[in-house]
């Protein structure tokens, strides 16, 4: 059985930091490109970060570059989102991800594994 569990969510005030994390089991994670993705109310899901299995090419959406940092352990088949000075805009809920297709083609569509989500609110 396949699990994607997140954790590190909160309520935090603008200008802070938070760092999620997910553990994945029941896949072959060193086989997978993993991300996260976020949904804030009425929008749709948005690809926030993620590395493919293969290299260490990590993308980035523009809202988010030289915030968050993304990294992977395999040998823990954990991925970590670092998120620092927050903004109330990054309010949503965040959602681990994982893929068997390469970077270039990682996206909501191609996503095979979803985590639950954990909710990140920032305050202003």
């Known amino acids: 059985q396949v699990q994607l569990v997140e954790s590190g969510g909160g309520l935090v005030q603008a200008g802070e930091s938070l760092r999620l994390s997910c553990v994945a089991s029941g896949i072959t994670f060193s086989k997978y490109s993993m991300g996260w993705f976020r949904q804030a109310p009425g929008q749709g899901r948005k690809l926030v970060a993620a590395r493919g299995w293969i290299g260490d090419t990590t993308y980035y959406a523009d809202a988010v570059k030289d915030r968050f940092t993304f990294s992977r352990d395999d040998t823990k088949n954990m991925v970590y989102l670092t998120m620092n000075n927050l903004k109330p805009e990054d309010t949503a809920v965040y959602y681990c991800?994982?893929?068997?297709?390469?970077?270039?083609?990682?996206?909501?569509?191609?996503?095979?594994?979803w985590g639950q989500g954990t909710q990140v609110t920032v305050s202003s």
């Open positions: 991800a994982a893929a068997t297709v390469q970077l270039i083609d990682y996206s909501a569509a191609t996503v095979r594994h």
